[in-house]
């Protein structure tokens, strides 16, 4: 079930089956080989979400970007412009993935296909109303029709609720009865733990029902007469929800509030499924400075084991190509060869991971570190030897590598890293010793996420400072000066 379309519009739209109610594709039309079809859900959507309004919406397939924009197109053919006015179009897009471009025109039906007010948008993943207003037309047009260009790009979207009507644009009152801008934010990550969630209500709420779970279908098919365990929240007045106890780290949650009208007539307004990420137990430390005992050449030193060079767009999976990629040493270099990470401040290490040297020849030669001494340091001098030997796995050469090393550092407090390599996986073939990527866990003991936000400008006088607490903190010390250096 739709968006409900009792109060979708205050002004009379001129289409015939604007919103795609009839089920059918008539009177619309494509041409240039784009394909139409009358959908009920959104199948395959990036973000699902439901027709704007009512049950139906059409799905627009454009199998490739033609040499034109207007070489696709979809169209209303049989409308009429009359003198002295002007008029609106406005039209809910979203695309499957990513972004695309959609130009809306008001044109006239026939050679030469004269355009009265057009505009190219970018839809992007999410329902997004967008509209063009025509200027005052000076003499009848007929035959007119509205035309959406879609011949920019291949790719697939919807559209739903399309207004064509006399005046100004007249904001769609689509949403007005439903709950809105939801904290956290829609696909939010690092959530923090303790969140307590909110939203804005709809136009004539008066109580609220709140869907909650880790499953997006059981949040997405509930109801009151099949709750299946997630109406967390039935008929409440707060528009807040505080979840039990602390969320889980990195566990993705899916809400749902649908909103109750006031009697005699409590109407319930199905809302949108919305989801958040919960914060990581750990996090990646960005600023490293690698340095190393030696480097096979320029293009193969030790910065190259920290920038994600080799990595692909997941940062998960190496590749096997190891020019620029990865760090290999000299085979004349000092032995026994190690390299060293420098941190921009003290860190309590959670786990380092590690990407062997994966060239696509290192099954066969070994250059990869194996038999490993870890030692961990403060000041850079005086280092601590972790554990005993650690063997790093061997990679396999493939251009698909993911981590096969996770250490756990056990929360140890340092600065600087250094690993040594006791020997490699060659068996003394080559006097050379490398490594792919090393990635170092952190836990967020420090305070963070400051409100309002370092360097603010425009501050309210009466705002109230707020920021994230340091993981294992049991009470906070809060300084406050105009000056830098006070205390």
């Known amino acids: 079930m739709g968006f409900s379309p009792s109060h979708a519009q205050d002004v009379v739209n001129l289409l015939v089956n604007g919103g795609f109610e009839d089920g059918v594709v008539d009177p619309w039309y494509e041409y240039g080989g784009a394909t139409l079809e009358v959908v009920q859900q959104l199948v395959g959507a990036t973000v699902p979400e439901d027709p704007v309004e009512g049950d139906y919406c059409l ?12 070489d696709f197109g979809l169209k209303q053919p049989g409308l009429v412009w009359e003198a002295g006015k002007k008029y609106t179009l406005s039209a809910f897009v979203k695309c499957n993935e990513g972004t695309l471009d959609i130009n809306f025109k008001n044109e006239l039906d ?14 992007t993943d999410e329902w997004t109303e967008f509209y063009i207003t025509s200027p005052v037309f000076t003499e009848e047009v007929n035959p007119g029709a509205i035309t959406f260009h879609i011949g920019f790009d291949a790719g697939d979207f919807w559209i739903d609720g399309v207004r064509f009507y006399e005046g100004d644009y007249v904001p769609s009152k689509t949403f007005s009865e439903f709950a809105a801008s939801p904290s956290p934010d829609n696909e939010a990550n690092d959530v923090r733990q303790d969140v307590v969630m909110s939203w804005a209500p709809g136009e004539f709420a008066d109580t609220h029902d709140v869907y909650f779970s880790t499953v997006y279908d059981d949040v997405s098919g509930a109801s009151r007469s099949n709750p299946l365990g997630v109406l967390v929240g039935p008929n409440q007045d707060a528009n807040t929800y505080d979840p039990e106890g602390l969320l889980e780290f990195g566990q993705t949650y899916y809400w749902r509030v649908d909103e109750v009208s006031a009697p005699p007539d409590p109407t319930i307004f199905k809302g949108m499924v919305w989801s958040f990420t919960a914060e990581p137990f750990a996090y990646a430390v960005q600023n490293i400075t690698a340095t190393a005992s030696s480097f096979n050449s320029p293009e193969e030193g030790p910065e190259n084991t920290i920038n994600g060079s080799g990595l692909d767009a997941s940062g998960l999976l190496h590749g096997n190509d190891s020019e620029n990629n990865m760090w290999v040493s000299s085979p004349d270099g000092a032995q026994p060869t190690w390299i060293r990470y420098e941190f921009d401040k003290i860190y309590k290490l959670h786990e380092m991971w590690v990407w062997n040297f994966n060239e696509s020849w ?18 850079g001098n005086n280092y601590t030897k972790f554990g005993t030997t650690h063997e790093f796995a061997r990679a396999p050469g493939t251009d698909d590598y993911p981590h096969n090393t996770p250490i756990g550092l056990g929360g140890v407090v340092a600065k600087y890293v250094r690993l040594t390599a006791n020997n490699n996986w060659g068996a003394g073939i080559l006097n050379q010793y490398g490594l792919s990527e090393v990635r170092f866990l952190y836990v967020p003991v420090r305070p963070r996420g400051p409100n309002p936000a370092s360097a603010a400008t425009g501050v309210h006088p009466d705002v109230t400072l707020s920021f994230r607490a340091g993981r294992e903190a049991a009470s906070h010390k809060v300084y406050f000066s105009t000056s830098r250096q006070a205390g």
């Open 59 to 70: 799905h627009v397939v454009v199998p490739n970007a033609g040499a034109n924009m207007w």
């Open 110 to 123: 026939q050679d030469p296909y004269t355009a009265y007010g057009e505009q190219t948008f970018t839809m």
């Open 362 to 379: 290192e099954p066969y030669v070994g250059v990869g570190f194996r038999d490993v001494t870890i030692e961990y340091s403060l000041d």
